[in-house]
């Protein structure tokens, strides 16, 4: 049996973004993509959801009222 690791991607409002580093935590990884998508703070992570061999994770903002 011969073993791989799957390709990690992330996906935010219809952006694909590439895995920064296969040995950061999902956290870690929407800490790094925060300070361009500074609204990635507050979302959720999704996933994964497996398309070929690429586990696919989603980060999804938090929805609620302001005030």
């Given at each position: ?36 998508y ?5 979302a ?24």
């Open positions: 049996m011969e073993k791989h690791r799957l390709l990690r991607e992330f996906s935010y409002n219809g952006i694909k973004l590439a895995d920064p580093n296969p040995e950061m935590s999902l956290e870690q990884v929407r800490e790094a993509y925060s300070p361009a500074p609204e990635l703070t507050t959720a992570i999704e996933g994964p959801e497996i398309t070929n061999e690429t586990l696919v994770y989603r980060f999804v903002r938090a929805v609620g009222a302001k005030g």
